[in-house]
Nanobody, 124 residues
Framework: QVQLVESGGGLVQAGGSLRLSCAAS????????MGWFRQAPGEEREFVAQ????????TYADSVKGRFTISRDNAKNTVYLQMNSLKPEDTAVYYC?????????????????WGQGTQVTVSS
């Protein structure tokens, strides 16, 4: 089992920044990559970004490219999502997840471990 704990959510004004963290513990060899997803009220959960533990290859949703940056600290088993130039439409619950594919993936069905989520609210 892999346990994932997110932190860093909150309320921010449009144009502001937040950094989310996701600490992984447990059978860490069971996950090859980490991703962030988000779910806005009344919407389906969507892919935001992912990073491979080995090599650090990253993938982003078009809606966040150039504004969000995903990174990892292998020594701390922690993944970060730096969110800049936030917009009201970024408001959502953000989830950290882990997958076991040995290639980057944006498919939710590939992610087998999930955190509990952290709320991000961007006011206009």
């Amino acid at each position: 089992q892999v346990q994932l704990v997110e932190s860093g959510g909150g309320l921010v004004q449009a144009g502001g920044s937040l950094r989310l963290s996701c600490a992984a513990s447990g059978r860490t060899f069971s996950r090859a990559g980490m991703g962030w997803f988000r779910q806005a009220p009344g919407e389906e959960r969507e892919f935001v970004a992912q990073i491979m533990w080995s090599g650090g290859t990253t993938t982003y949703a078009d809606s966040v490219k150039g504004r969000f940056t995903i990174s990892r600290d292998n020594a701390k088993n922690t993944v970060y999502l730096q969110m800049n130039s936030l917009k009201p439409e970024d408001t959502a619950v953000y989830y950290c997840a882990a997958h076991r594919r040995f290639f980057p993936t944006t498919l939710q069905s590939d992610y087998v471990y999930w955190g509990q989520g952290t709320q991000v609210t961007v006011s206009s």
